[in-house]
């Protein structure tokens, strides 16, 4: 067992009605880092999340938050360190988005009445949504109704932000300011010496090359590559895990690799 800080998952199994999705599954997320979790439909990525925030527990296994067992925390300690946003949740209460924003800020650490109001104000802010803040979330379109659920999860100020599909309903414009912001996030967090650990479960392969600094593929509930994208994205693996095998070349602007797929299979004419 051990006491590093991080997430540590060890030998987890996770079974969703009766059926086991992940078996013997041992990872570390540490603190610092961009991950991304990517694979298949039913590759298990959105399961082991559900179980690192909680939402469902491991049949099997041990879940470690910096050193302690998940099991042993109580549900307002792990506010005050995980974020999560699910890849499907539609609020049903006629709450403000503003409102929503705060139950997140007041989950948080040291949340008092002036440190909440910042931590709305400044995730209204990083997810464009200041100027809807008194608009009902009943009323928000799909992507406008994202960006204020990224805001709860921002506003809260965890040490580990798990969010899967946060791309969901977003436009090109907005998917590229969520990239800057989780960077941001990071990057701040770390600058301040408490350094912040990111979960992304995606399916976009190119997303995660560019944005993650770590990618881990699962497929069949196993990972079967884990490092660098241009490592763990190489076309051998891409193809034995999707059936598809991209053309990897390198983004001009950044360096980032990026992966050209055919648009159609090639048709066999008997």
């Not at 006629?94 to 949340?111: C, I, N, S, W, Y």
């Not at 977003?170 to 990071?186: G, K, M, W, Y």
């Not at 034995?240 to 090639?266: E, N, Q, S």
């Amino acid at each position: 067992m051990t006491s590093e800080p991080g997430m540590h998952l060890n030998q987890l199994h996770l079974s969703v009605a009766g059926t086991t999705v992940v078996q013997d599954l041992t990872v570390s997320l540490r603190p610092g880092s961009v991950v991304g979790l990517v694979g298949p439909n039913g590759c298990g990525k959105s399961t082991v999340l559900r179980a690192l925030y909680r939402a469902s527990r491991p049949t099997g296994g041990t879940i470690l938050i910096d050193g302690r067992k998940i099991d042993d925390l109580s549900f307002a300690e792990s506010a005050q360190l995980i974020a999560a946003l699910p890849q499907e949740e539609r609020p049903e209460l006629d709450f403000t988005v503003a409102e929503v924003v705060a139950l997140g800020a007041a989950a948080g650490p040291k949340a008092t009445p002036p440190t909440i109001q910042d931590a709305v104000e400044q995730a209204l802010e990083r997810t464009g949504m200041a100027a809807h803040a008194d608009r009902s979330i009943l009323g928000l379109s799909g992507g406008e109704r994202q960006r204020t659920l990224l805001a709860r999860a921002f506003a809260q100020r965890p040490r580990y932000l798990l969010l899967d599909e946060p791309t969901n309903h977003l436009d090109l414009s907005h998917q590229l300011d969520l990239a800057t912001e989780i960077h941001r996030f990071v990057q701040e967090s770390s600058a301040g010496g408490s350094p912040a650990t990111a979960v992304l479960a995606l399916h976009d392969l190119n997303l995660a090359a560019g944005l993650c600094d770590r990618v881990i593929v699962m497929s069949g509930g196993a990972i079967v590559a884990d490092g660098p994208p241009h490592e763990s994205l190489d076309p051998a693996t891409v193809e034995a895990v999707y059936g598809v095998r991209p053309t990897l070349i390198r983004r001009p602007d950044t360096g980032a690799i990026h992966l050209l797929f055919p648009i159609t299979r090639t048709l066999e004419v008997s």
